[in-house]
Nanobody
Framework: QVQLVESGGGLVQAGGSLTLSCAAS????????MGWYREAPGKQRELVGT???????YVSDSVKGRFTIARENAENTLYLQMNSLKPEDTAVYYC?????????WGQGTQVTVSS
């Protein structure tokens, strides 16, 4: 089993920055993919970005140039550095870990960007 715990969400003004963290624990294989999704009220959950254990990244067009995804393999920790935040970035952000045998989600952390 794998447990994911997000932290770092909160309220920020437009143009501000936040860094989210996701700590993974349990049985984690060397080859895995971690990522961030977000879900805004009334909208479907959407992919923000992913990074695999080799460091290959993908970031969605909606956040490209503003958000950076990174991970620390030794600590099984995933990060999302969010800059130039906009009100439309307001959502619950979820951490994901995908590996042979399963896909796991965190409980989510709220990010609210005020205008």
């Amino acid at each position: 089993q794998v447990q994911l715990v997000e932290s770092g969400g909160g309220l920020v003004q437009a143009g501000g920055s936040l860094t989210l963290s996701c700590a993974a624990s349990g049985t984690i294989f060397d080859a895995n993919m971690m990522g961030w999704y977000r879900e805004a009220p009334g909208k479907q959950r959407e992919l923000v970005g992913t990074i695999n254990s080799a460091g290959i990244r993908y970031v969605s067009d909606s956040v490209k140039g503003r958000f950076t995804i990174a991970r620390e393999n030794a600590e099984n920790t995933l990060y999302l550095q969010m800059n130039s935040l906009k009100p439309e970035d307001t959502a619950v952000y979820y951490c994901l870990l995908q590996q042979p045998g399963g896909t796991y989600w965190g409980q989510g952390t709220q990010v609210t960007v005020s205008s």
